[in-house]
């Protein structure tokens, strides 16, 4: 036997506080009893009182509630065995951990990329129901953060981790992330995949367009999202404690401003049959994103054999309830006396 909210059963505790409560309140009433008459005397006088119904119905009470309380605790007796299948889309997303999505639009924290670990947390937390997940890495080279998994806890964790000093090719290679995360689909058909590319848009190198057209011959839908303005911001530099240092600048000595490349962003995910989005202050994208794909026909993955186990509060349930209905019918003066 096992409970599915054992902290009830604690309940069971206050039982004999209420026994002493009754066994006080009735050596008190005796004692006023015996005030005014002496006990036999009283009994003469209160013929038609039944001491034992009185005990019974308190009997009674006392069961039923413990009952109540096994019941609320939620025992479970008995097992079986149920094969659980998984049924979803596989989402990759790459996000852009380049310099540039450490600018702060509006000069105002936080930066690119914590908007977007923030709204992929919030996709994985409140959307995902039985989808496989994976994340991409990428700026001037990219890399597989985390494999297609529907250990969603674990992709999380993947995200925390996620920074700019995890690729240490700078720049913003778009290609270079549609080809890795295209391989981490390998085996997995030709249905139900989609990319998901966050960045601030500014491709440095590739031919991403036509890596996006061998995407789509494999069946992958290919999304964006455009973190940032098309006018720029400049890129903050921050030491390990946060403190602000200035702006990043080149070579020359000028400050370099991270600018939102929409342009490209589309072609991208029009040669993959998919949309472009321009991120906004509310970031609902994502979830504009996934209620597009939750139309899409679900894989199904492989199931799982898990072990049920039988619920059996009922049983306590009934047994209380039946014991408080009889309590109510037992009378409290002796039949010769009843009054009903």
């Not at 020359?252 to 929409?262: I, N, P, R, T």
Request: with cysteine.
């Amino acid at each position: 036997m096992r409970f599915t909210a054992q902290w009830f059963l604690y309940g069971l505790l206050l039982i004999p506080a209420v026994l002493v409560f009754l066994r006080l309140t009735a050596h008190f009433q005796n004692r006023r009893i015996s005030a005014f008459a002496e006990p036999d005397l009283f009994r003469r006088l209160t013929p038609g009182v039944s001491q034992f119904g009185r005990k019974l119905r308190w009997v009674l009470i006392i069961l039923a509630l413990s009952l109540l309380i096994i019941a609320l605790a939620g025992p479970q007796i008995g097992t079986h065995s149920v094969m659980v299948k998984r049924e979803g889309v596989d989402i990759i997303l790459a996000v852009d951990t380049s310099n540039s999505m450490l600018a702060e639009d509006n000069n105002r924290p936080p930066n690119r990329l914590t908007r977007a670990k923030y709204e992929i947390a919030s996709l994985i937390d409140d959307k995902l129901k039985g989808d496989r997940i994976g994340i991409v890495a990428f700026a001037g080279d990219a890399f597989v953060q985390c494999p297609l998994t529907v250990d969603y806890s674990a992709a999380k964790l993947f995200l925390d981790i996620m920074s700019t000093n995890l690729i240490p090719v700078q720049g913003t290679n778009f290609e270079r992330a549609i080809e890795v995360a295209s391989k981490a689909y390998k085996g997995e058909g030709k249905q139900q995949k989609v990319l998901i590319i966050i960045t601030d848009g500014e491709n440095h190198e590739g031919e991403p367009v036509e890596a996006a057209n061998l995407a789509a011959e494999n069946g992958i839908i290919i999304y964006a999202i455009g973190i940032g303005s098309p006018d720029g911001e400049p890129i903050p530099m921050r030491d390990s404690n946060g403190l602000f240092l200035g702006y990043k600048k080149d070579p020359d000595g000028s400050v370099v401003v991270s600018k939102l490349d929409e342009t490209i962003l589309r072609e991208i995910s029009k040669a993959a049959g998919g949309k472009y989005y321009h991120a906004s202050p509310g970031g609902n994208e994502l979830d504009l994103i996934y209620r597009d794909i939750s139309g899409m026909e679900k894989k199904e993955y492989e199931g799982k054999l898990m072990t049920v186990y039988e619920e059996r509060f009922q049983w306590p349930l009934v047994a209380g309830i039946i014991l408080l209905a009889f309590e109510a019918l037992v009378p409290e003066r002796k039949k010769k006396y009843a009054i009903w």
